[in-house]
C-alpha cells in the first residue's frame, strides 16, 4: 500500500469528500477537489468501515475492532477521524447537529480519545501545521488521552525544523502533568528532554514553554523535584526577560524550598537592574 495517502492531509481530503454520506441526500455540494479520494476508490475493507462510522451503522464496532489488528487500517481510521475534528472545526460547523444527538466534531473526538495509544502518533503529527483551532483541539485530545501521548510528543519536541511542533508539544507535556502526572511512568525521561530544551532551543517561547512544563513534572517525589529545580533555576540567567519571568513563575509552581537562596540571589539582581516585572515574580516565590 502506499502510504503517502495517508498522511493527515490525505484523510482530511477523504473526509471532506463524503459530506453526503454523513449528513443524508439534503448535504449541500462540495467543489470537487484535485486529488480527493472517494469511498469507491478505496480498499473494500476501508470503505466498509468509513461508512459504517459515518452512517453510525451498528456493526461499526465489529469492524473497528477487526480494524485495530492491522497498523494500515487503524491508521487510516485515525487519520479520517482527525480529518473530521479538522475538517468541522475549519467549516465552522462546531455546534450544528440534531438537538440530543453528538456532532460529528464531537463523535470524531470521543472516538480518538477512546483509541487513546493507536490515535497519539497521529494526532502528534498535527502539531505542526499552522494556527487555527485544529491544533488547539489535538493539544486538548492529547492531554485527554495522557499518558500514551507522552512518547509521541517527545518526538515532536525533538523535531530541529519545526519551532511550532516544538512549542506546542512542551505545552501540552506540561498540561498533561499539570492535569495528572501519569501513573507507574518512568519520568527522567521526559525530565531530560525538557531540560535540555529549556537550555538550548533557540526558541524563547520553547524555552519559556519547557519551564512551565518542567516544573509540573517535578511534583511526583522530592527527587524529582529537584532534578527539576535544578534546571529551571540555572535558567534564571536566560538572556530573554520573557524566559525569566515564566523560569520564575516555574519555580513558584514547583515550590521547592532548595531554590529559595538562588531566588533571594535573583531578586538582588533584580532590584540593582531596576527590573520590576521579575522583582514582583521573585517576591511572589519567596
Known amino acids: 500500500m502506499n502510504r503517502s495517502l495517508w498522511t493527515p492531509l490525505g484523510a482530511l481530503l477523504i473526509a471532506a469528500s463524503l459530506p ?21 476508490d478505496l480498499p473494500e475493507s476501508y470503505s466498509k468501515l468509513w461508512k459504517a462510522w459515518l452512517l453510525k451503522d451498528s456493526r461499526y ?17 485515525v487519520e479520517n477521524l482527525i480529518g473530521v475534528v479538522l475538517g468541522e472545526l475549519s467549516s465552522g460547523r462546531v455546534l450544528s447537529g440534531p438537538p440530543g444527538q453528538p456532532t460529528s466534531l464531537e463523535r470524531a473526538r470521543l472516538e480518538l480519545v477512546d483509541l487513546g495509544a493507536a490515535s497519539t502518533h497521529a494526532l502528534s503529527e498535527v502539531l505542526v501545521l499552522g494556527s487555527g483551532l485544529g491544533p488547539v483541539a ?24 519545526s519551532p ?25 525521561v521526559v525530565r531530560t528532554a525538557l531540560a535540555e530544551c529549556l537550555e538550548n532551543d533557540e526558541d524563547w517561547i520553547v524555552r519559556s514553554q519547557s519551564a512551565l512544563a518542567l516544573a509540573s513534572w517535578g511534583r511526583s517525589t522530592p527527587s524529582d523535584m529537584a532534578d527539576c529545580s535544578r534546571p529551571i533555576v540555572r535558567a534564571l540567567a536566560d538572556e530573554d526577560d520573557g524566559v525569566r519571568k515564566d523560569v520564575l ?25 531596576g527590573r520590576m516585572g521579575e522583582i514582583v515574580l521573585a517576591q511572589k516565590c519567596l
Open 20 to 40: 453526503a454520506c454523513q449528513s443524508g441526500a439534503g448535504a449541500a455540494k462540495k467543489p470537487p477537489v484535485e486529488n480527493r479520494k472517494r469511498l469507491g
Open 61 to 77: 464496532p465489529m469492524l473497528r475492532e477487526a480494524a485495530l489488528a492491522d497498523p494500515d487500517t487503524t491508521r487510516f481510521l
Open 138 to 161: 489535538v493539544e486538548d485530545l492529547l492531554v485527554e488521552i495522557g499518558g500514551p501521548s507522552v512518547d509521541p510528543l517527545l518526538a515532536q519536541l525533538a523535531r530541529k525544523d
Open 164 to 188: 511550532v511542533a516544538r512549542r506546542r508539544a512542551s505545552r501540552t507535556l506540561g498540561e498533561i502533568a499539570f492535569q495528572r502526572i501519569p501513573a507507574n511512568m518512568t519520568t527522567e
Open 249 to 273: 513563575q516555574a519555580l513558584g509552581r514547583l515550590g521547592d524550598p532548595r531554590t529559595i537562596p538562588a531566588l533571594v540571589n535573583h531578586l538582588e539582581r533584580c532590584m540593582n537592574g
